[in-house]
């Protein structure tokens, strides 16, 4: 049986996407800096970051296809240098590894934020442009979108390369809050809840992993397949929340540009002073203001891929916060975030 490597295989997709894995008997190794939350015996686990030539090649060593989860989410970070090094440069190192290695497959696990409409598409459909990244509304969406064009440039050479695309994973098992598992226990704290309302592409992670094997096993070569769900305003989505959990909460719209000023100010003082994750960023409201409803059809007719409702594991998501009852120290609440990557 072939060897299958997953980097950033212990963040949120990727331990669904290992037991999706495991669940068709495949040999897995993970390459990750972090430990998973619960180890099975029969994962090879390597510590280690994707910015280290020598541990990818040495990851990369009897693989046959490898999926390229690991990345840096969310919208902020002290050092925004971290973003292109993390998402940008450690696809590279990835990629030349891969290919020197002669890898019979390759999935690069890309994100929706950088299809959005944020400059002119001259008739193209916003799923299927491949966007210049200095058209990105910040640094993590330009990190993103480098990344992308790097993966793409490897399949234009010949390289057996597809892309994955997420929308919004959500799921009970989120141990270490992704952003749009925070944004939703933000919102689950307020009583009185000011929102963007902007469209939200929510998907269950199981189907997420589920599309990511699909892409691999049945995509074409230099094609992007979006893997989402249902897609719907985030003022609908609160108040399914509040009937879901039994909390009395007032959802007030508020307009894009008080949201924007907001998180500038926000995100003024994360960097200057507090050295703290913000509740929202600019570039996150930026994302928001520009989301659209993308289409999942390339990936239900090539793929067979098949999302289930999202009202199930919304509540699944809801029961298991309010059981849990926090945040972890160290979690950002990014409630304009739309980051909901691998690692």
Not at 30 to 39: G, I, Q, S
Not at 112 to 137: R, T
Not at 285 to 293: P, Y
């Amino acid at each position: 049986m072939a060897l299958v490597l997953v980097t950033g295989g212990s963040g949120f997709i990727g331990q669904h996407l290992v037991e999706a894995l495991r669940g068709r008997g495949q040999r897995v190794r993970v390459l990750d800096v972090r430990r998973p939350t619960t180890a099975s015996s029969d994962v090879d686990h390597v510590h280690g970051s994707v910015l280290d030539g020598a541990a990818v090649d040495a990851a990369l060593a009897g693989v046959d296809q490898v999926y390229h989860l690991a990345g840096l989410p969310g919208m902020w970070v002290a050092n925004k240098q971290d973003f292109h090094d993390v998402n940008c440069r450690g696809t590279e190192v990835v990629l030349a590894a891969a290919r020197k290695r002669g890898v019979s497959r390759f999935l690069h696990c890309s994100t929706e934020s950088i299809l959005f409409p944020y400059s002119k598409l001259n008739g193209v459909a916003a799923e299927e442009a491949l966007q210049p990244a200095d058209a990105m509304p910040g640094a993590y969406t330009r990190s993103k979108s480098l990344a992308e064009h790097h993966a793409a440039k490897a399949a234009a050479e010949g390289f057996p390369l597809v892309i994955g695309t997420p929308t919004m994973p959500i799921g009970a098992a989120d141990h270490n809050l992704t952003p749009p598992t925070a944004m939703l226990w933000y919102f689950l704290q307020k009583k009185v809840q000011p929102h963007l309302n902007f469209l939200v592409n929510l998907v269950d992670v199981r189907d997420v992993a589920t599309g990511l094997v699909l892409t691999m096993e049945r995509g074409r070569t230099g094609q992007r397949y979006i893997l989402g769900g249902d897609c719907v305003r985030l003022g609908q989505i609160l108040r399914m929340m509040s009937a879901m959990s039994g909390r009395r909460q007032l959802p007030i719209a508020v307009p894009g540009k008080v949201a924007e000023m907001s998180a500038i100010m926000l995100e003024y003082i994360s960097d200057r002073i507090t050295h703290r994750p913000p509740n929202g960023t600019a570039e996150g409201v930026r994302i928001a203001l520009a989301a659209s409803d993308l289409s999942i059809g390339k990936a239900r007719t090539e793929l067979g891929y098949s999302p289930r409702p999202i009202e199930p594991v919304l509540r699944e998501t809801i029961t298991h916060l309010l059981a849990r009852g926090g945040l972890p120290a160290s979690g950002a609440i990014e409630h304009h975030a739309l980051s909901s990557r691998a690692s």
